[in-house]
């Protein structure tokens, strides 16, 4: 779950992090108190959960209230990758004159917190990572003791941040692992922290991502979680049913259990000429009403054209598959899209006697079923 | 032969009086796999189906002589009976659990390198030799005795690919579900070591998926220490970047590595042929044998 920026920018500043003065808006009137208040010129940042917000024009600076108004118009409403802006966030622009890089993440190949810095600041942090490694400094974290002191001004001394901002910056950083370990985050960043003429550091951006697993230990952050969903219409009603699913281009729906089994059914679909609609887990030991609901997600998307189910019971019964599967198409006096069974695993001959095959279309091997959708999907072009 | 599991494994598995973990502690000894107690805080003194319940695992190594634990556990406690099982000096311990917070795995990923204690998952379906053990939740009737070794980052696909195997006449010597999560105990590395080391395993298939770079690692395993064939599958990609398919660990971040791309080239320049399906896999195998 990913934290708008307005909502880490809180979190951070409750911590002790330094942040520029702000304030959300949702409407021109909004925007143009909220400068007022906190004196120009100000930056005005669309609250939307997507990167390169300010290269795609969610990001524009105002001088005075002329400005304000021309840029809060041009934001609030807009459409920013798929995104509709709703909020803004009007904040104190910063005069600065260096700009640095402070993040925490896990390090899934050590299996270990690493805290990274960098001089290289204020720019796409991932292209740094990759054309110039060594411009970013990497202090691995013993998870059962947390940062030490001596490894924040070690991660800082590393990267080569000038004597008289050490201080001010490996406080920040201690603080943002602190913050990071408490919060369950995945990752934390601040890119960038500006450093102002009179070497004090600020937090002109704030991203905190919090590990999914672990928000039923994070409930005021799990309040916030309403607010920052957005997007994909089809993608909030799965969070609604609870799957996991990604909406994808093409016409063949696929619903399976199992993420690396739906993956390999995408895989599939994609091997014999088709395209996959989206990815769409059920889970382990999905009852009947799970398995309707899926069905009830695909048929929801306009591109589909047909519809795979894959199911290997482990946990999962084809039984209870097959009844989910008989529940979500007898309710339809005509099934809107042809939908291709392949059972097997855990009580699948059970499942198959309860199938109602005047509704779907069986077929006993993955290849197979895949193949028949694709097929179906097709036909729906000619 | 077998890696890990065998007929003699004795096994407590914690979470026994749960929903899931009564239902699969039967599944296992239905399957055979010899089920020695349970452990669950607060129950002690209970049975289920006439295995004995005790409050804590060391009570249960103590009385029944359990040598491996599997872990049925909810993921807010999870963490916690990890590290329990990793106090009680037991060989193995086998986390089924879905959902244990990353922070919490990175604390137990430190408490593995204090331990002789091998752990295999979380977010697994287990590891099963068939005809002799199953630990877990794997549908034990797809498998077969033979000289395959299987290791693989996600359960459905796992017995999808056995199946294929099975099918075939092909068995396996052992199944070992790894998890998919970004923080897990066993390797596919020392699971690919096992399996060399095994003289009854003649060919292994490994079973990975986009996301981390594990595959890759192994890759470069394979190369320098590993004799035995092994034929591979990659799943995912169809995968766009930067989102995340169902397991944590799924997610492309777009920056080259952790693609099906990379995990391909780097297995085949490894000397390890690819599937483009399961059945392909399958075939590689019978190749070898």
Known sequence: MKLHEYQAKQVFADAGIPTPESKLASDVDGVLAAAEEIGYPVAIKAQVQVGGRGKAGGIKLAEDEEEAREAADAILGMDLKGYYVDRVLVE????????????????????????????????????????????????HVDPSFGMMPYQARKAVYDAGVDCDLARGVSSVLSTLYDLWEEKDGSDAEINPLMVTSDDEVIAADAVMNIDEDALFRQPELAEMEEEAAGGDELEQKADEYGFDYVRLEGNTGIIGNGAGLVMTTLDLVDYYGGEPANFLDVGGGAKADRI??????????????????????????????????????????????????????????????????????????LEDAVQRAVEYAEEVNE | MSVLVDEDT????????????????????????????????????????????????????????????????????????????????????????????????????????????????????????????????????????????????????????????????????????????????????????????????????????????????????????VDTPVAGFIAGRTAPPGKRMGHAGAIVSGSGTGTAESKINALNDAGVPVGDTPEEVADHIEEFL
């Open chain 1, 92 to 139: 104190q622009a910063v005069d600065f004159t260096d700009e640095l890089y402070v993040g925490i993440t896990m390090d899934r190949g050590e299996g270990k917190p690493v805290a990274m810095v960098s001089t290289k600041g204020g720019v796409n942090i991932e292209e740094v990572a990759e054309e110039d490694p060594d411009a970013i400094a990497r202090e």
């Open chain 1, 292 to 365: 309707a609901n899926a069905l009830d997600m695909v048929f929801s998307d306009d591109n589909v054209e047909s519809v795979v189910f894959n199911i290997f019971g482990g946990i999962t019964r084809g039984d209870e598959v097959a009844k989910g599967i008989n529940e979500a198409l007898e309710q339809f006096d005509e099934i809107p899209k042809p939908v291709v069974v392949r059972l097997a695993g855990t009580n699948w001959e059970e499942g198959m006697e309860i199938l109602n095959e005047d509704l779907v279309t069986v077929e006993q091997t």
């Open chain 2, 10 to 225: 004795r096994v407590v598995v914690q979470g026994i009086t749960g929903g899931e973990g009564k239902f699969h502690a039967r599944q296992m000894m239905e399957y055979g796999t010899n089920v020695v107690a349970g452990a669950v805080p607060g129950k002690g003194g209970q049975d289920v189906d006439g295995v004995p319940v005790y409050d804590t695992v060391d009570q249960a190594v103590e009385e029944e002589d359990a040598d491996t634990s599997v872990i049925f556990v909810p993921p807010a406690f999870a963490g916690d009976a990890i590290f329990e099982a990793l106090d009680t000096d037991l060989d193995l311990a086998v986390a089924i659990t879905e959902g244990i917070p990353t922070q919490d795995m990175a604390k137990v990923n430190k408490r593995l390198t204090e331990t002789d204690t091998r752990l295999i998952g979380p977010n697994c379906p287990g590891l099963i030799t068939p005809g002799e053990s199953k630990l877990g939740i794997l549908p034990g009737n797809i498998f077969e005795s033979g000289n395959v070794g299987l290791v693989s980052r996600s359960g459905t696909l796992t017995y999808q690919v056995v199946d294929s195997l099975t099918q075939r006449g092909i068995g396996q010597t052992t199944a070992i579900g790894i998890g998919g999560d970004p923080i897990i105990g066993t390797s596919f590395i020392d699971a690919l070591e096992l399996f060399e080391n095994d003289p009854e395993t003649e060919a292994i298939v490994m079973c990975g998926e986009i996301g981390g770079e594990d595959e890759e690692q192994a890759a470069a395993y394979i190369d320098e220490h």
